[in-house]
């Protein structure tokens, strides 16, 4: 049992260029979240899903688009990185919503810097 | 504006003592709170959970405290260990959002020998 993992770990990109991050999770999780950690601020909401083929906007989606093709894989796409997309993202799938005292599961994070 | 804040903002103890971290809140409808816990280069790991009818839980060495009517909580670490140098995250949900969580910016915490 893997829990939540993702890839790549690390990635340099240059300004405009494109780029997915992949999130899996293995505990059939229905809710999966994607967020950004920056210095100094706490975690940020990007998207997130409620079941398979179902996505929704967070606090911060612009510059990002996700894609939910099966459950237990979420996607976050970057179309044209810029400078200010720099940060280390992180997923997170629960078994409920967070409104419930479920446990939400975190990956290992993506450190991801647009040059 | 639903906030968290936390305090102070990073701690160095020594290790063998104990520590207790703070956590305000303004998020209502309040549904419940959570602490986590994040190693550096690691995803936040979940500690405790608590909902407005409880006011203490235990994790081990971790103690966290809820007093929802002046909305604070605290994170006690008991006899710290190297291990325990992370950071700590308090992290509320509000009701009336099934899906968002409310992030405090964590306490740094520095365990020496």
């Known amino acids: 049992n893997a829990g939540v993992t993702q890839t790549p770990k690390f990635r340099v990109l240059k300004t405009g260029q494109s780029m997915t991050l992949l999130c899996a999770q293995d505990m059939n999780h229905e809710y999966m979240y994607w967020y950004r950690q920056d210095p100094g601020m706490g975690l940020r909401l990007i998207h997130y899903?409620?079941?398979?083929?179902?996505?929704a906007k967070g606090e911060v989606p612009d510059g990002y688009n996700v894609s939910r093709l099966k459950k237990q894989n979420f996607l976050l796409g970057l179309e044209s990185a810029a400078p200010s997309q720099t940060s280390v993202y992180f997923c997170?799938?629960?078994?409920?919503?967070?409104?419930?005292?479920?446990?939400?599961?975190f990956g290992p994070g993506t450190r991801l810097t647009v040059t | 504006k639903n906030q968290v804040e936390q305090s102070p903002q990073s701690l160095i103890i020594l290790e063998g003592k104990n520590c207790t971290l703070q956590?305000?809140?303004?998020?209502?409808?309040?549904?419940?709170l959570r602490w986590y816990k994040q190693d550096t280069g690691r995803g936040p790991v979940s500690l405790t959970i608590m909902t407005f009818s409880e006011n203490t839980k235990s994790n081990g060495r971790y103690t966290a405290t809820l007093d929802a009517d002046t909305k604070q909580s605290s994170l006690h670490i008991t006899a710290s260990q190297l291990s325990d140098s992370a950071s700590y995250i308090c992290v509320v949900s509000a009701m009336d959002s099934s899906y968002k969580l409310i992030f405090g910016s964590g306490t740094r915490l520095l365990v020496r020998p």
């Open positions: 899903s409620v079941g398979e083929g179902t996505t």
């Open positions: 997170a799938s629960s078994n409920a919503q967070l409104t419930s005292s479920y446990e939400q599961y």
């Open positions: 956590c305000n809140y303004t998020v209502s409808p309040f549904s419940n």
